[in-house]
């Protein structure tokens, strides 16, 4: 298979019965004889490149087994590779701590692939830990040199990263120091989690600690039981999403997928379902019919000079760059003449509908020496022109100011109800009053000033706008004498409401004499 059109559900996290130096009877169901259950289960859950990955133990005639259904149209596996879950000790800022580590290994040599559990064991056929149920780095390095086949490295991480209590065998109980060192060198091709709740944390985490690139996880079931799958036993509780991928499905599509961390989703949204592609190119060479699959994604013809590149491209477009005058008869007449003498039939053709770009080579040229590379110059002609949006902010602003000023009265008439009955009676009798106060004062309007010059101002703007319309020569000669007939009438309002801005200034004037006088009254 050489074209991906969709992404493939993955699970390189599942356990067997030789798990059991570990795990004990909680795999005691998972043996050979019981493989057709987790291929029924597998396949119930869509998934399609699966690894049975055993703590620190290889198995080959289960993962033979396994991998036979690769090629069973019945089951949904397309892929199998062989793997390890990997117990390693690592020195760690408090210590040396367990990480578990799975190894997935390329499946392309079975000879080399069968000898795997040889580097696991020593003489004696026991896993040869050098530590207390675990292998020190050291001797885990040397395990992969001696099995010596290229691998993918998954370290467990099932708690967040941001967490403060990370979950035993995580790569983070080793320190910020060792984990940062992972990270910087890509020591680990991918971070495993397994709670979907704990995504929308490690993305946070990944953002804002600038480790979008740096940082991809990916999830396992680490089923315990193949009856209960995808869960990891009949006890488990944790909501569980399956990770996708994006390629080939083969060892070599999968280190491009977990070492991108743009081919490897939750979702399998690697392609829009509603978007137009050519699947193919459908010819016939001497009457011998070929077909070449297309991507989705980008597809390269690649020959030396003269060899008919464009010669197809133009083909496959129905030469519609002689309707733009930019393929000259000629050249159009010697491609057909070039098809017909090697008895070539190009029977795929893209309608001029269908096709969003098509620069020739001179058009590449020329855009670039003409600086013509901006988005919105290549993609305006595919969109309509953008919408004006100043009536609606017009309309906006009006809604917005009339509520303004509805609040502005209101709490104006708040105040002055408040100060109703707010006044003090002198009895004169008893009052010895020795001067003369005024309580309150009559001020100034300038509010009023203020929105009548507005609304005069506002329509005289409306007017002016309603004019430019008349050097428009895509209005009509009615429209325009309408479009005169209605700024005359702006015009008149607007005098109107410069004339009540004039009474108003002229009655603040007054106020002003007024409190003038006022303040010169002194004490007799």
């Excluded at 006890?235 to 499905?249: E, G, L, Q, S």
């Excluded at 690697?270 to 077909?291: K, V």
Aim: proline letters at 2%.
């Amino acid at each position: 298979m050489k074209i991906v059109d969709s992404g493939y559900k993955i699970d390189l996290h599942i356990h067997s019965v030789y798990s059991k130096g570990k795990d004990k009877g909680k795999v005691a169901f998972n043996t050979v004889s019981h493989v057709n259950t987790l291929v029924s289960k597998l396949t119930e859950n869509g998934v399609q490149i699966c690894a049975i990955t055993d703590h620190d133990f290889f198995e080959y005639p289960l993962y033979r087994k396994l991998k036979d259904f690769e090629t069973d149209n019945a089951s949904s596996i397309i892929k199998v590779f062989p793997g390890v879950e990997f117990s390693v000790e690592f020195v760690g800022e408090d210590g040396n701590k367990v990480i578990h580590v799975i190894s997935i290994f390329n499946d392309e040599d079975d000879e080399k692939v069968k000898n795997i559990s040889r580097n696991l064991v020593d003489e004696n056929g026991e896993i040869a830990y050098d530590r207390d149920m675990a292998f020190s780095e050291e001797k885990f390095l040397s395990i992969l040199r001696g099995i010596d086949i290229d691998t993918i490295l998954i370290a467990h991480q099932k708690s967040t990263l941001s967490t403060i209590h990370p979950y035993k065998n995580d790569v983070r109980t080793l320190g910020e120091d060792r984990f940062h060192e992972f990270i910087y060198t890509d020591y680990f091709e991918a971070f495993e989690f397994k709670n979907r709740k704990n995504e929308v944390f490690n993305k946070n985490f990944m953002y804002k600690n600038n480790f979008t690139e740096s940082i991809r996880f990916i999830t396992g079931s680490d089923c315990h039981d193949w009856r209960e799958y995808p869960k990891i036993d009949s006890k488990d509780k944790t909501d569980f999403r399956f990770t996708y991928v994006k390629c080939i499905p083969d060892f070599r599509g999968l280190v491009m997928a977990i070492t991108d961390h743009r081919r490897i989703k939750t979702i399998n949204s690697f392609f829009n379902p509603t978007e137009n592609y050519l699947q193919d190119i459908r010819l016939s060479i001497d009457g011998n019919p070929h077909t070449i699959p297309l991507s989705k994604g980008i597809n390269v013809i690649i020959g030396d000079n003269s060899i008919g590149k464009s010669l197809l491209l133009h083909k496959l477009t129905g030469y519609i760059k002689k309707q733009d005058g930019l393929l000259k008869q000629a050249v159009l007449k010697g491609y057909e003449t070039y098809l017909k003498n090697n008895g070539i039939e190009i029977t795929t053709e893209i309608s001029r509908g269908e096709i969003f770009g098509f620069d020739m080579q001179g058009e590449v040229r020329d855009k670039f020496e003409q600086g013509k590379l901006k988005s919105d110059d290549f993609l305006k002609q595919y969109y309509p022109e953008p919408i004006r949006s100043d009536p609606y902010k017009e309309k906006i602003q009006r809604v917005l100011e009339k509520l303004y000023n509805y609040l502005a009265e209101k709490y104006a008439l708040d105040l002055k109800e408040d100060q109703l009955g707010k006044f003090q009676i002198i009895d004169e009798e008893s009052s010895k009053a020795e001067s003369l106060t005024f309580v309150g004062s009559v001020s100034r309007d300038n509010k009023k000033v203020k929105e009548y010059s507005d609304v005069s101002t506002q329509l005289l703007e409306v007017t002016e706008k309603l004019r430019d319309l008349l050097n428009n020569r895509w209005v009509s000669q009615g429209d325009k004498e309408t479009i005169e007939h209605i700024a005359e009438q702006l015009d008149g309002l607007s005098m109107k409401y410069g004339k009540k801005k004039e009474v108003a200034e002229l009655d603040n004037k007054k106020i002003a004499l007024f409190q003038a006088a006022v303040n010169t009254v002194k004490p007799i």
